[in-house]
């Protein structure tokens, strides 16, 4: 990779520096806690990393984290996997969460939207009472720290009261978004055994209603550990026998008891996409998960509480955890119900309008499909308000860049950021003070000593390797669900440099500390020694009009060779002739490297992706390695699973 500096896309101005959240937090732990006065973000950093204990106590004390009784030192144990962070404190997430219900009662703390893109709100004062009341609901039904809180709900304010008054008791929250049908549902609930489940009649998508009374009586069934079920009419059916009405268990407006619990007490679980297997159920403390959030959000993404916090996600998928937690730094979250291109594809740009969002998430591929469908918004919206545009998902490609900062401002800070589930947070991305370069995220986050290793554990500037973090993060998990040795938990991420945390991406940290996403280093393309991220191939073929969607593989033969094929998704009247082929291998040629040219280019039906949106190639390269499809994927985790026939198909044919 060039190591040449190129001209920033956007760069921060003079007063905006001064405004920061981060810049204010450098002066005062200068001088309170020995922090680097001057050298700007990068020494903050590297002091963040050297002096780990030093920064997170500085950071509780920044965002007045409240421990009812006091830690006895930051970290105890730092070793990975294990690392045991601030023993002997107890607190709460979900009292943290409504702090701002003291002092802006009235103001809104939720806006709730729907498909007519009329945004409700929910104040301070009411999602506090609500929390309360259901908090107080739960105890009664028996629930106690620990037990399993479950939700099978789409993006709407129940869903965020319930995970509070989950919380607030020292229960576990864990969801699904309702389009997951029941085995997906199952396959990750039945791991924890809840005691409690939250659950909509249906939901409406892309203008239709979807029953899914079905699906939720199935869940009853095969969830013996319930004791009670929640009923939420969301399409205003009645309660079906033996479920308890929501409103009758909201509506007490009561002060809500926080059980203070200690700092690595289970917060909720998250699961893995399950591509290969039943997901992994990965559980998150109340005390990392408060303080990551609150130096994410309140440092990273410059929150507080004069903005809108919007970010396009499902209570599926670990962005909606992510943007709940918009609450701890008193902003307003956005909460969307609904699909992200209806009635047209400038809907997500119509919300952001509507509410008035200062912090716009949402996913690469949204931005490239704008760019498709030649959305303009600035033209058709007004975004003043629109401070920050945020992606994640997958890497923004450099065409993303343009579009955003062509196509919605000029002085638009562009903030594509990378973590993962495993984290629930970031491990790279969003800083209010640097500048942003094309197809780069901007630097390591605070705290976060990430690093690119070559195969023998030596750090690279300026060139590929894997991603590792070489020091603990408050949020990584503190358990696996059902892995009582913690194997699977050590064979998830240490296994391949021990004691440091390796996430499965190639990356390249340049010598101006940003950092490129290449892609999965598990379905990494290695061609005659040369390594590509297949990112890097999405980006380049996808310019092309004809292509909707591309999948690339690279398969290890039997007989020592490998093989590459191109699979494509074209755009509706587009046809797979000489002419296209020869245009994208030329533009892999050309764009990225000869040796990276497919050996063949397919035509497919369609592209599959897990049920939060990402393109399966690991599973997709162990039906072409000839694996069974019971073997190379767990089918409840796939949005679509014919499509996955083709490919299975395709492998039998080749032999």
């Known amino acids: 990779m060039s190591t040449t500096n190129p001209s920033p896309l956007w760069q921060p101005s003079a007063d905006g520096i001064a405004r920061a959240q981060v810049t204010k937090f450098q002066a005062w732990a200068a001088e309170r806690h020995g922090a680097p006065a001057d050298g700007g973000y990068a020494a903050l950093h590297r002091w963040s990393v050297d002096e780990l204990d030093t920064f997170w106590k500085a950071v509780t004390e920044w965002f007045d984290v409240r421990f009812s009784t006091p830690y006895a030192r930051v970290l105890g144990d730092r070793a990975m996997p294990g690392a045991e962070w601030f023993p002997g404190g107890t607190l709460n997430y979900a009292e943290h969460a409504l702090r701002a219900a003291d002092t802006r009662a009235d103001e809104p703390a939720l806006l709730y939207v729907d498909e007519t893109h009329e945004s409700v709100p929910v104040t301070w004062s009411e999602l506090r009472g609500q929390v309360g009341s259901l908090a107080a609901a739960l105890r009664a039904l028996g629930v106690r720290p620990g037990d399993r809180v479950s939700g099978y709900l789409p993006n709407i304010p129940q869903a965020v009261v319930a995970l509070l008054a989950t919380a607030a008791v020292g229960g576990v929250w864990t969801s699904c978004a309702p389009d997951f049908g029941a085995r997906s549902v199952l396959d990750r609930f039945q791991q924890v055994e809840p005691v409690v489940l939250f659950a909509v009649d249906g939901y409406r998508y892309g203008g ?79 005390g990392g998960i408060l303080v990551e959030h609150l130096k994410q959000l309140g440092l990273h993404c410059d929150l507080g509480s004069e903005d809108r916090f919007f970010w396009y996600t499902s209570t599926g998928w670990m962005m909606w955890n992510f943007l709940v937690s918009g609450l701890l730094t008193g902003t307003t979250i956005v909460l969307y119900d609904g699909s992200p291109g209806y009635p047209d594809t400038g809907a997500q740009w119509r919300i952001a309008e509507r509410t008035g969002a200062t912090l716009f998430g949402t996913s690469a591929a949204y931005v490239m499909a704008c760019g498709k469908a030649e ?57 209010p003070t640097l500048p942003v370069y094309i197809g780069e995220l901007q630097a390591a986050g605070l705290g976060t000593d990430l690093q690119s290793w070559d195969p023998s554990g030596k750090p690279l500037v300026d060139e590929v390797g894997e991603l590792v973090v070489t020091n603990p993060m408050p949020s990584m998990p503190v358990r696996f669900w059902n892995d009582p040795d913690g194997s699977r938990y050590h064979d998830s991420y240490f296994d391949t440099y021990p004691g440091v945390w390796r996430h499965g991406d190639w990356i390249t940290v340049t010598s101006r500390g940003s950092v490129v996403i290449h892609g999965r280093s598990d379905s990494t393309l290695n061609r005659q ?89 690991v599973p997709v390269k162990r039906l072409l390695q000839g694996a069974s499809m019971e073997k190379a994927v767990n089918v409840g985790s796939v949005d679509n699973v014919e499509l996955l026939r083709f490919y299975e198909k395709l492998a039998r044919e080749r032999g």
């Open 208 to 286: 239709k209603e979807h029953d899914r009374r079905d699906t939720v009586a199935e869940l009853r069934r095969e969830l013996p550990t319930l004791n009670a079920v929640v009923h939420i009419p969301l399409l205003g059916t009645e309660a079906p026998e033996g479920a308890l009405d929501w409103s009758a268990l909201t509506s007490a407006d009561t002060e809500p008891v926080f059980e203070q619990v200690p700092f690595d007490h289970p917060l909720w679980v998250l699961y893995s996409s399950g591509t290969t297997g039943l997901p992994k159920a990965i559980v998150q403390s109340q």
């Open 375 to 431: 959305v303009h918004p600035a033209r058709d919206f007004d975004l003043s308000r629109v401070r920050c545009v945020a992606t994640t998902g997958s890497p923004l490609p450099p065409d993303g860049f343009r579009w955003l900062h062509d196509e919605v401002r000029e002085d638009l800070w562009i903030a594509s950021v990378s973590g993962g589930t495993d984290v629930c947070s970031c491990f790279a991305g969003a800083v």
């Open 529 to 617: 020694g040369v390594r590509m991220g297949s990112a890097d191939i999405y980006e380049a073929v996808e310019r092309l009009p004809e292509i909707k969607e591309s999948l690339v593989i690279g398969v290890e033969q039997p007989d020592g060779g490998y093989w590459m094929p191109l699979f494509v998704h074209l755009a509706p009247g587009a046809v797979l002739d000489e002419d296209l082929l020869k245009r994208i291998k030329g533009t892999i040629r050309e764009q990225l490297s000869p040796r990276h040219v497919p050996d063949e280019v397919i035509e497919v039906p369609g592209v599959p992706h897990t049920l939060t949106g990402k393109r399966i190639e």
